[in-house]
């Protein structure tokens, strides 16, 4: 497994350890052993710019997924998954919101944008807790789970 986590700006870097773990955890987890991807670490700007440029949505997010699965020409390497890009700044908002700890928030979003990559989705009210349920459970393997508090 080939896990790259880049922080822009650098100050984002202190989530790096967190994020590979949670990513390890869940690549883990899921059978994907082979699996390539790449998260990037940011702030709201770059998200606000990246959401805007490739899904025409005028503002920022928590977390976007680009998998290279998709598509008309999808990637011909099918351990390649994709990126996965995590606005810190709105992470920090949501773990103050949801009253967890930012680790949490953190793990979560690269969690629920990696299993984006591979397909999962929640647009139906099953989809969505069938995706929470394997977010949950990925969590709770590395001490993240909805009852604890960093």
Not at 29 to 41: C, K, P
Not at 54 to 77: A, H, I
């Amino acid at each position: 497994m080939e896990i790259s986590v880049t922080s822009e700006p650098s100050w984002c870097q202190e989530w790096e350890p967190t994020v590979r773990r949670a990513a390890e955890t869940a690549l883990t987890q899921l059978g994907l052993l082979d699996a390539e991807l790449s998260i990037l670490l940011t702030d709201d700007g770059t998200v606000h710019e990246l959401n805007r440029t490739y899904r025409g949505v005028d503002k920022t997010t928590d977390v976007l997924s680009f998998s290279q699965q998709e598509g008309d020409n999808p990637d011909p390497v099918p351990q390649l998954l994709g990126d996965v890009v995590i606005s810190v700044e709105q992470a920090r908002r949501q773990a103050e919101d949801f009253g967890h700890s930012l680790a949490r928030e953190m793990g979560f979003l690269t969690v629920h944008g990696i299993l984006h990559l591979i397909g999962w989705d929640h647009e139906t009210p099953d989809d969505e807790r069938r995706m929470m349920a394997k977010t949950e459970e990925i969590l709770g393997a590395i001490g993240l789970s909805r009852d604890v508090v960093e």
